[in-house]
């Protein structure tokens, strides 16, 4: 198992741009078959998948969010970052890091074996 530790400002106002980290001890990122992932769940709502990034470096963007995201990493501090621009109210919910094994698409996220906790992202005047 591969520790995951979620981290973010917690407050942010609408417009501004969100930057979540994923920190990653236990294991690189960069190990071969690892699939990176950000996923939110919504106040009484369920999960959405945001995005998601391979081992190579390859990404996988929700196309329902656009433009808006974009996802990278930091092989020197073993993290995977996402972020978010031109945020609205509606985009206040816990965002989770998640990562699976395997070569094959996937953006559902009871497909995704390891989670962090979660942080909780809340967009507010």
């Known amino acids: 198992q591969v520790p995951l530790q979620e981290s973010g400002p917690g407050l942010v106002r609408p417009s501004q741009t969100l930057s979540l980290t994923c920190m990653v001890s236990?294991?690189?990122?960069?190990?071969?078959?690892?699939?990176w992932t950000w996923i939110r769940q919504f106040p009484e709502k369920g999960l959405e998948w945001v995005g998601a990034?391979?081992?190579?470096?390859?990404?996988y963007l929700n196309p329902l969010l656009g433009s808006r995201i974009s996802i990278s990493r930091d092989t020197s501090k073993n993290q995977v970052t996402l972020q978010m621009t031109s945020t609205t109210l509606e985009d206040t919910a816990t965002y989770y890091c998640?990562?699976?094994?395997?070569?094959?698409?996937?953006?559902?996220?009871?497909?995704?074996?390891?989670w962090g906790q979660g942080t909780q992202v809340t967009v507010s005047p």
């Open positions: 998640a990562f699976r094994y395997g070569l094959e698409y996937v953006s559902d996220p009871a497909e995704f074996d390891d």
């Open positions: 236990g294991g690189s990122i960069t190990m071969d078959t690892l699939y």
């Open positions: 990034m391979r081992w190579s470096g390859s990404i």
